[in-house]
């Protein structure tokens, strides 16, 4: 009877729900269908809560700081009715911050790049970006009326430099990079990849997502720490990781800024960031910018994890001095099943699989936080050893 009632249903599937199951089914075959997460471990070293506003509930005291009432929406789009008075003067303090002449706002890092990326574009750009760029960087300029596009190998000068050199000289010619690439957590080479757009006169679009809060004294990030703002068309500095919240904002200049209100889709047809989330920006910000707020800890505990990767039995650790380390396993199903083993034993490591990156860099993703303490590390250290 239920073979009976299951062939029916088969029957009664419309050919796009086929479709759809066939592909979910070589997903699930492939051992990297994914699925949303049901438990945590006790210990984090998988979110990228890198200075703990969210978890400790920092971000929160500052804000309780403010006890007035906060309106839960925005209303409407910035163009209609979801402007405000605070809104304009937080984009104010984020451009200071960062040493930028202007700040547009964006609902998330994720718009942020779209919308950029999108409406910058002419049919006759060219786009060069780093084979690593986030999936948001690469939806953007495919989506964008660009006709050329090419990646180039991760952060390898001289495939950019072919590839810069390749173009015509009348082309328009915009270069895309991280500068803290979330995957393997390296740093873009940032003063080299200035000196060859300004050799062949492009632009260069550099997304601080992973940097912000985290890289230089202030949590600046890595182009203004390096002083390099003068040389950068755009940056996208994002919020919901390192400060603890929601959102994300485009750097850049005044005629930048007055464009993407004029052309970025998903900065016009989208709904405002609430009031509850620009007081929780600003929060984050007036934080960064006090003399309480210190990244030297969170560094510290960097170099030290660093310092106890011989002893966790494995050597295919990426070279990274930033909070996001790996560990390359190299396979779906032994990822999955090493970080099953870390879970169990309360350290929160998510699997990172392929599609996701590419087949054979499997791996383990691990973040690193303010709040972790060198125990927890060596706990780590020793789990992986036993199971190496």
Not at 109 to 127: E, K
Not at 256 to 271: D, E, G, P, Q, V
Request: proline letters at 3%; a negative charge.
């Amino acid at each position: 009877m239920q073979t009976h009632l299951k062939k029916n249903l088969l029957q009664r599937m419309h050919p796009v729900e086929e479709r759809l199951a066939e592909k979910l089914k070589e997903r699930e075959l492939n051992g990297n269908l994914r699925k949303l997460p049901q438990h945590y471990a006790d210990v984090d070293l998988f979110s990228n809560d890198y200075l703990g506003f969210a978890t400790t509930g920092l971000l929160q005291k500052e804000m309780n700081k403010y006890p007035e009432s906060i309106k839960t929406g925005s209303t409407g789009s910035r163009l209609l009715s979801g402007n405000s008075e605070e809104t304009v003067t937080l984009e104010k303090t984020i451009a200071t911050f960062h040493n930028a002449e202007a700040a547009l706002l964006f609902n998330s890092g994720y718009d942020a790049n779209i919308g950029l990326l999108t409406s910058i574009a002419g049919r006759h750009t060219v786009y060069i970006y780093d084979e690593l760029c986030h999936a948001s960087i690469i939806d953007g300029i495919r989506l964008s009326q660009a006709h050329t596009k090419y990646k180039f190998r991760h952060n390898d000068l001289a495939h950019l430099e072919a590839r810069l050199a390749n173009e015509k000289s009348e082309h328009e010619i915009v270069v895309v990079v991280e500068s803290v690439y979330s995957m393997d957590g390296d740093m873009a080479p940032l003063k080299s990849i200035i000196e060859m757009t300004e050799k062949y006169g492009a632009a260069l679009v550099v997304d601080e997502a992973h940097a912000t809060g985290v890289i230089g004294n202030r949590g600046e990030g890595l182009v203004a720490k390096l002083g390099l703002e003068e040389s950068v068309f755009a940056r996208v500095h994002t919020f919901g990781k390192a400060l603890g919240c929601h959102g994300a904002a485009v750097l850049g200049g005044k005629g930048l800024k007055a464009y993407l209100i004029n052309f970025a889709r998903s900065f016009i047809y989208t709904t405002a960031l609430p009031p509850h989330s620009i007081k929780a920006i600003d929060c984050a910000y007036n934080y960064l910018s006090s003399p309480a707020f210190s990244n030297k800890g969170l560094h510290e505990l960097i170099q030290y994890f660093r310092s106890q990767t011989s002893k966790s039995g494995y050597t295919n650790w990426k070279d990274s001095t930033t909070t996001i380390q790996a560990l390359i396993i190299g396979d779906n199903n032994k990822t999955k099943e090493l970080a099953l083993k870390l879970q169990e034993e309360g350290l929160q490591i998510s699997p990172i699989l392929s599609p996701t990156v590419p087949e054979g860099m499997e791996r383990l993703r691990i973040c690193l936080h303010a709040f972790n303490t060198h125990e927890e590390i060596d706990r780590l250290m020793v789990v992986l050893n036993t199971h190496a």
